[in-house]
C-alpha cells in the first residue's frame, strides 16, 4: 500500500451548478485530496522540503474551486486532479468534491463525486 497524504474538508462558497441559478446563487463545496508518494526520506529527514506541502495544495484547491466556475463538479474535480499532478510530485491524487445541502427535491447533506487519476 502506498504512502498518503490526506487533507480532508477544504471548504468553500463557489458558483458551480448546471442550472443559471446555481451559478448565480452559489454553494457550499467540501473537497479532500489524497495524495500518493514516497514520504519515507520525509520521515528520515524531518525536512518540509521532501514531501508535498499540503498547505500549498490546500491554497491550489480553494483557488480552482473559487476563481472558475464550471456546470459539472466532475469538471470541478477533474481540473482539481490535473493541477495537483502537474504541481506536486504525487505518483495518484483522490479527489472527492461534494456540494453541501444540493437543491434537489429530496433531503441529502452532500452529493458528490471522487475520482483517482496517476502518472
Do not use: C, W
Amino acid at each position: 500500500m502506498p504512502d498518503t497524504i490526506l487533507i480532508e474538508g477544504i471548504t468553500f462558497h463557489a458558483y458551480h451548478g448546471a442550472s443559471d441559478e446555481e451559478q448565480a446563487v452559489g454553494h457550499r463545496y467540501s473537497i479532500d485530496i489524497l495524495l500518493e508518494t514516497d514520504i519515507r526520506r520525509a520521515a528520515q529527514t524531518d525536512e518540509l522540503s521532501h514531501t508535498i506541502n499540503y498547505s500549498a495544495v490546500a491554497k491550489r484547491v480553494l483557488a480552482i474551486g473559487t476563481e472558475n466556475q464550471f456546470r459539472l463538479i466532475e469538471t470541478l474535480a477533474e481540473r482539481i486532479a490535473e493541477d495537483i499532478l502537474y504541481h506536486f510530485p504525487a505518483t495518484a491524487v483522490e479527489v472527492t468534491v461534494r456540494k453541501l445541502l444540493p437543491p434537489m427535491r429530496v433531503a441529502a447533506a452532500a452529493t458528490g463525486v471522487r475520482i483517482r487519476r496517476q502518472r
